[in-house]
């Protein structure tokens, strides 16, 4: 993921590989890195499109955090956004920053 999150764009297997092969001594199969970026996808947490005959991957989430919390809303829905609010209602700090948040949207 952290190859994936350095990329100023999407990128395929390959780019993906040969990044990863920079900084290792053993260097990692092919089929290995092409196994995990489709079950990342699989989960959600990467994004693939087309590219000439291959696929290209991007991340959904700008980093952990935000591929956790994408997860939580997947599994428990508006329960979720509730029980965040209800945290959130409590703290002004809190409130302050959602709200600027929400302004750069």
């Known amino acids: ?3 994936l999150w350095a990329a100023e764009s999407a990128m395929t297997v390959r780019e993906v590989l040969d ?3 920079r900084d290792r001594s053993t260097p990692l199969a092919y089929t290995t890195v092409m196994t995990v970026l489709t079950r990342l996808t ?3 947490a990467l994004r693939r499109t087309r590219r000439g005959r ?12 935000g591929i956790a919390v994408r ?3 997947e599994e428990f829905g508006d329960a979720a956004v509730a029980h965040f609010v209800e945290q ?3 703290d002004p700090d809190a409130q ?4 600027r948040l929400l302004d750069e949207e």
């Open 1 to 3: 993921m952290e190859a």
């Open 71 to 73: 997860s939580v809303l």
């Open 42 to 44: 699989d989960k959600g």
């Open 54 to 65: 291959s696929y290209a991957y991007e991340p959904v989430a700008a980093d952990t955090a």
């Open 88 to 90: 959130v209602s409590t």
């Open 96 to 99: 302050s920053r959602l709200q």
């Open 19 to 21: 990044a990863l092969n």
